[in-house]
């Protein structure tokens, strides 16, 4: 943050401000204080018939490796409304948001995946969308655990084998040693 | 947003930009996409001995009004870190984290509840802190439901109450009228 999005000078400090626990961007004009936080990442870890559907990201990062639909939650959607909008968007599958099945942070990239477990409508999705490559059904057995893009699909994927009935979250976070 | 918090310029459009499906503010002059997304809100439904711990807000809004302890999640933290966090700012109390309780969503106001059900250590807890003018321990029987704060609030102690030993995540949300 070089400037303040409410002014527009550059006086801005990094600072604890008054009554806080935490440095944030202060603006020495106009006082504004610019919180930063997490944001969430809705997904779906979609089901039929015992198999699950993944897609190839056809983006960086992780080009070309396979995740659980998911994506950034918009400003006025529900967690669940968007976890099914991410999965039609990246396989043109529809389903059903049956329980949160994963949450699973990542704190130092400020983000928080929350994953519903989705019983698909149908076998129907397309092969190729604008956000996939390509988009399989995988039996358990042919899951491609060398190539999944994130921990989070890894994490979720391996809780689902261990007790595919289980309904209540599974809670994880990834933390990586700080660059700085 | 009124300027760029990039490269400091008031040349932003609300626009769509290409290859996406919704509005941003986009600086004309540098390019960047400033995305707006929900925050999360962890907090706490603590348990000792069958009842249930609320603080009183010393703030606004709702100052006076019954709450769980609950409040943004920070930049580095997990939800469950955040949520014990809150817990102890606003209570002085302490507790493990047992299971996700509660996601509550309110898409008009761009949050997220994550409300974890905290089995307390000891019945244990300041009266008054910085943030809350009074702190009780509440039997089922006392909820003071005519001053609960938020219907966050209310929602995840309603579903406590019918079922107290369920696992799975009660998810629930707020829409309210849209007032542009």
Redesign the interface.
Known sequence: ??????????KLEYIIPE?DQ?QRFVCNECDTI???????IAGCLPIYDGKILLGKRAIEPRYGYWNLPAG?????????DGALRELYEETHAKGEAK??HT?F?L??Y?Q?Y?IYLVALSSDQFSKVTSESIDVELFEIKDIPWDAIAFESTTFAIKKYIENPTN???N?G?LIKEQLH
Chains 1, 2 share one sequence.
């Open positions: 943050m070089n400037f303040c999005s409410n002014c527009g000078n550059s009554g935490k610019h919180y930063q936080n997490p944001r969430v950034f939650l918009e400003n006025g959607e529900t967690p669940n329980h949160l949450v942070s704190p130092n400020n928080v929350l309904k209540e979250a809670i976070h």
